[in-house]
């Protein structure tokens, strides 16, 4: 499995949203944090010992959807339908857990992936998305920001004002309360605060190693808030995470963003087009 994401990450033509694994660890990371197990939602065909294709979903309680990873297939069965059967069965899995959606992504130059999707009655879903890395040795720290804004992991407490934020700065989104609760308790959520108000958030999966949900409220905007929170979020992160490589995504066409995370360090990694199916 690891070889097959290996691959596909070096391939433009092959390149999928899920998964981007890049060692054994970030492997076992993400996998272990799945709440229904991989055990029940992760297909994997083998032929003679040797993992040749697999595909799944991750299913989170209180999420209405489920992530789809892969398929990937290696190159020497391709052209044998198995991509397809892989899928099929990852949908299925989905609609047995009660998920109401499929939500994936492919490589805007992976033709043959988009192909594959669309035939299953996967749809185009949103402009395409740029995902970037960063290593904590390349990470350009911000050393100063606002004046009285200090950021701090969050704690239970500040559900409310981080459910208010999250609303306010991302009205599509899809994370439920439990979720962010959860981030809350973990200490994964930082906030950026000043004059006791929150005024940024900024949530950091250790399992994912995936940087989730940069938003800073409006009345804040454009002074730096957003820049100087993720630098601080990420050197804490860092404190108890060392050495570990984040990624994040963000759509192509959002050239602020762009320029926040490219001044802080963060490389391109691939470009993608997220597909949905509804079930």
Not at 138 to 150: A, Y
Not at 181 to 193: D, F, N, R, S
Request: charged letters at 25%; hydrophobic letters at 40%.
């Amino acid at each position: 499995m690891l070889e097959l994401s290996r691959r596909a990450l070096q391939r433009p033509q092959e390149q999928v949203g899920n998964p981007l694994w890049t060692t054994a660890e970030e492997l076992e990371s993400e996998l272990s944090d799945w709440e229904v197990p991989p055990e029940e939602t992760l297909f994997v065909d083998e032929i003679d010992g040797e993992v040749v294709g697999f595909a799944g979903v991750e299913i989170s309680p209180g999420f209405d959807h489920a992530d789809l990873f892969g398929p990937l297939v290696a190159p020497s069965h391709r052209g044998q339908k198995l991509g397809s059967m892989l899928l099929e069965a990852a949908i299925e899995r989905a609609e047995n857990r009660s998920a109401h959606r499929v939500v994936g992504a492919v490589g805007a130059r992976n033709a043959t992936g988009q192909l594959l999707l669309e035939r299953a009655g996967f749809a185009p879903s949103g402009n395409a998305t740029a995902v970037f890395r960063l290593s904590e040795a390349d990470h350009r720290r911000v050393e100063s920001g606002p004046e009285q804004l200090t950021v701090r992991p969050g704690t239970p407490a500040d559900l409310d004002a981080t459910m208010k934020l999250y609303r306010e700065c991302f009205p599509d989104g899809s994370f439920p309360e439990s979720a962010w609760l959860a981030g809350l308790e973990q200490g994964a959520v930082y906030i950026g605060e000043a004059e006791g108000a929150a005024r940024a958030v900024v949530n950091i999966d250790a399992p994912d190693r995936w940087i989730y949900h940069l938003g800073v409220t409006e009345s804040e905007r454009d002074r730096g808030i957003g820049a100087y929170v993720l630098s601080e979020a990420l050197a804490g992160y860092w404190g108890s995470h060392p050495g570990e490589t984040l990624g994040l995504s963000v759509h192509a066409d959002n050239l602020p963003a762009l320029r926040l995370y490219r001044r802080q360090g963060f490389a391109p990694l691939l470009v993608l087009q997220a597909f949905e199916l509804p079930l």
